[in-house]
């Protein structure tokens, strides 16, 4: 049996570290499998439709929403009730993850509904390799006027821009994942299996560490920049500067003669 792409994969879960701190918030629409590697590490609230999956990760908060019939662009798309998602999102989150509901083409009932969660936050989207699911990424980096990141399989829309190491993090757990993956899951959604040009996990690295050099090169002169000052601030330098006072005095009055 093949590998099941129901849950987020190890990339998505990179990712979402990188968006964002370890205990915060995510509200996930689709919940599954993975949603237990979730609630590892944040607290997670799941929009779910589906009573089977309902209370399956024992520490997920489950906000049960079935299915209803919803109006997008001239479609009608079945999404979660709307209502039910008002009434128990709760006050703060810290992250969205869009990965259901299941079939072809509910997720777009996420646009039709923006206006229900709060979108000054990440997005993370599921499973953009489809059409279905690539246009809803695109459409909401469209309509929230910010860039949209697409790796292999997913996608993030963030209001802040990602750094060059959050990118090959991101992007090196991406291709360790794609690495995985058998020829006919990949032939289903890409014109060839087969890449042109190998995947290049050295650059990747490298970026990562040069990146962590200059955060250790800048946190070693803010150190010393803290040290100075607080030498500048002692009271044995102020009291030295007194002392020596009518000396510096002297000595300027003695250059300008
Ligand atoms: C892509 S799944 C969501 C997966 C979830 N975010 C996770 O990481 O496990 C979309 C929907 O399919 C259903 N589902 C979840 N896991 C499933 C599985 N292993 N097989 C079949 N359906 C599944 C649930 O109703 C879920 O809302």
Redesign the pocket.
């Known amino acids: 049996m093949g590998k099941?792409?129901?849950?987020?994969d190890l990339a998505?879960m990179s990712a979402i570290r990188q968006l964002v701190k370890p205990g915060s918030t995510i509200v996930?629409?689709?919940?599954?499998?993975?949603?237990?590697?979730?609630t590892k590490e944040f607290t997670v609230y799941?929009i779910?439709?589906?009573l089977?999956?309902i209370g399956?990760c024992e520490d997920s908060n489950y906000i049960h929403a079935p299915l209803v019939k919803l109006d997008y662009d001239e479609e009608i798309v079945e999404w979660y009730n709307p209502d039910i998602i008002k009434e128990n999102l709760p006050e703060n989150y810290d992250l969205i993850?869009i990965?259901?509901?299941?079939g072809k083409k509910g997720r777009s009932g996420f646009l039709a509904n923006l206006d229900l969660f709060n979108l000054n936050i990440p997005i993370v989207i599921?499973?953009t390799l489809r059409e279905h699911e690539c246009n809803v990424a695109r459409e909401t980096a469209f309509l929230l006027n910010r860039p949209m990141y697409m790796f292999w399989n997913f996608s993030i829309i963030t209001p802040e821009i990602l750094n060059r190491e959050q990118i090959a993090r991101i992007q090196k757990v991406a291709l360790e994942i794609l690495d995985g993956e058998e020829e006919p899951y990949l032939s289903s959604y890409f014109s060839s299996a087969k890449e042109k040009v190998a995947k290049n996990f050295t650059t990747l690295e490298g970026v990562i560490k040069e990146e962590q050099e200059k955060k250790l090169e800048y946190s070693r002169l803010k150190a010393s920049q803290r040290k100075l000052k607080s030498i500048e601030n002692s009271f044995s330098l102020k009291l030295g500067r007194i002392i020596t006072s009518p000396i510096t005095i002297l000595l300027k009055l003695i250059r300008r003669n």
């Open positions: 099941s792409h129901f849950p987020i998505i996930e629409l689709g919940s599954g499998n993975g949603t237990n590697r979730l799941s779910e439709d589906n089977n999956w399956y993850l990965d259901g509901p299941a599921d499973d």
